[in-house]
């Protein structure tokens, strides 16, 4: 039950966060999966090492598949950069059993993940656009539970991996 109550918690954490709280959010975990990779290391476990350092290419991919070259140009250019490097050392994680490739990116990821904490904190979410409201198909009401609040409208780009 508490696992449960949990992962309800952890959802809801991640469906009300303003977009630059799910960006520090991804590094945060991202940078806890390669932590996690440097312990099954030590440890010599093999799988957890892989669980973690997959979860956290995962991750790192995905930053890497949101970005907008067009828009986002040369900040966006370095953050490719960035990215691309990270994924070829986070292969060495699990090729090499290296937790000096887990460290390597470690060291990329914090000041990003430390800038876009520190960017939610003083309420980032200004700086992209507040989903629409979801809408009713024209003709019908919009569902009510009893005594309940109203659930937030699913946002456009929200995370399709786990964290």
């Not at 370095?78 to 059993?97: E, Q, V, W």
Request: with cysteine.
């Amino acid at each position: 039950m508490t696992r449960n109550a949990a992962e309800v918690y952890k959802t809801q954490a991640i469906m009300t966060a303003p977009p630059a709280k799910l960006v520090a959010m991804c590094y945060d975990r991202a940078i806890g999966a390669l932590r996690d990779s440097i312990r099954a290391i030590e440890a010599g476990d093999i799988q957890a090492r892989c669980d973690h350092s997959t979860r956290a290419a995962n991750i790192v991919a995905h930053l890497w598949s949101t970005l907008d070259l067009e828009k986002g140009g040369e900040i966006a250019q370095n953050l490719s950069n960035i990215y691309g490097f990270a994924m070829t050392r986070l292969a060495d994680i699990n090729m090499k059993n290296e937790a000096k490739a887990a460290e390597d990116v470690i060291s990329l990821l914090l000041p990003l993940s430390q800038s876009w904490n520190e960017l939610a904190d003083k309420g980032g979410a200004a700086a992209a656009p507040a989903p629409a409201p979801a809408r009713p198909a024209p003709g019908r009401a919009a569902p009510k539970a009893a005594g309940a609040a109203p659930a937030a409208p699913p946002r456009a780009g929200r995370l399709a991996i786990s964290i």
